[in-house]
């Protein structure tokens, strides 16, 4: 098996995978349709993205279970094939890795994913921590049968469903990858900064720990550079595909494979280890990435050159101790374009 250490000891970084969902969606995925159902019903588009990942570049790809917990797939009556859909996503994933890996001659991890439940914790909510656990280690345990290389908890909020992600995750034995969202005035929606989630993840005993998803690739660049001081471990990058935009009623992601290019080159200078996209990120964006990180020089952070690059992190919110250049936001979302994906 595999380890991230060992991966990142080749080159330093590993370059992710980016968006399932969105890229399903362009293959006929109906909005509200579980893609978790995909592999079974359509194993052949799962591994195919997958595929067209690891071609791109990708030393890391997420198994298709972003919503594998019984509290996701009760909402489309599957709550009682947890273990069924989840050991289908890892195997997936676990082949195409393996293909890839014997084509391209480098190995590929599968980073099994553990989404959210989707309910809040009491007194907000119902949820409880046995009862968190108890759904994220039925789900854990089916990944890593599957031929999971380590479980990577995603798209969080609260730190209390954190750590019981986590906890479920690692009494599998593989290592763990904890991310949170920070989408809400430079925190998560329940309140967390970026600083105080790395500290506790780290402290819960995540191998790894970083952020996706959120806003736009700034606002995220600028939640993991708060990470890298407070912890010991490598720390992740996982950003959406520019800034998303509602056009035509549908929500649109329209960052280049230009832009993408800049903000793992970026992220690389500022310390980061472990950088792929979030939403919107397809194949073609990952081999800009992947061609920029291979024929860019590790550089030292260059602030003013990713504000000019990126745009201004949450350009509405004045953040404590930060000087803002005349002229606002800067050059956001650089060569995207406007109208559809």
């Known amino acids: 098996m595999t380890t991230l250490n060992a991966t990142l000891a080749?080159?330093?970084?590993?370059?992710?995978?980016?968006?399932?969902?969105?890229?399903?969606?362009?293959?006929?995925?109906?909005?509200g349709y579980p893609p978790e159902l995909w592999n079974v019903e359509r194993p052949e588009d799962v591994a195919a993205l997958h595929t067209a990942f690891i071609d791109a570049g990708s030393q890391l790809v997420l198994t298709n279970s972003f919503g594998g917990t019984h509290h996701r797939l009760r909402l489309h009556d599957a709550q009682d094939r947890v273990g069924e859909l989840n050991l289908a996503a890892a195997r997936l994933a676990r082949q195409a890795a393996d293909a890839g890996r014997d084509r391209n001659g480098r190995p590929v991890l599968v980073a099994g994913s553990i989404g959210p439940t989707g309910e809040l914790f009491a007194p907000m909510g119902a949820l409880d921590y046995d009862d968190a656990r108890a759904a994220f280690t039925k789900q854990a345990e089916a990944l890593a049968e599957g031929g999971a290389d380590l479980l990577w908890v995603e798209t969080m909020s609260s730190l209390e469903e954190v750590q019981a992600a986590i906890d479920a995750a690692a009494s599998t034995g593989l290592e763990v990858a904890a991310c949170m969202t920070f989408d809400t005035a430079a925190r998560s929606m329940m309140g967390v900064t970026p600083a105080d989630f790395a500290?506790?993840?780290?402290?819960?005993?995540?191998?790894?720990?970083?952020?996706?998803?959120?806003?736009?690739p700034a606002e995220l660049l600028h939640s993991v550079r708060e990470m890298v001081p407070m912890v010991g471990t490598p720390v992740i990058a996982k950003g959406n595909c520019g800034i998303p935009e509602y056009v035509d009623?549908?929500?649109?992601?329209?960052?280049?494979?230009?832009l993408m290019a800049e903000y793992a080159c970026f992220a690389r200078d500022a310390g980061i280890s472990i950088i792929g996209g979030c939403c919107g990120t397809t194949p073609d964006h990952v081999a800009a990435m992947a061609s920029a990180l291979r024929s860019t020089p590790t550089r030292t952070f260059d602030n003013e050159a990713a504000l000019a690059a990126l745009g201004m992190p949450w350009k509405d919110v004045p953040m404590p101790g930060e000087r803002r250049p005349e002229g606002g936001a800067g050059r956001r979302g650089r060569g995207r374009r406007r109208g559809r994906d």
């Open 10 to 31: 080749d080159a330093g970084w590993i370059l992710a995978d980016g968006a399932t969902g969105t890229n399903y969606f362009k293959q006929g995925l109906e909005t």
């Open 199 to 216: 500290r506790q993840a780290a402290g819960f005993g995540a191998a790894c720990v970083g952020a996706n998803c959120g806003i736009g």
């Open 249 to 258: 009623g549908g929500i649109h992601y329209h960052g280049t494979p230009e």
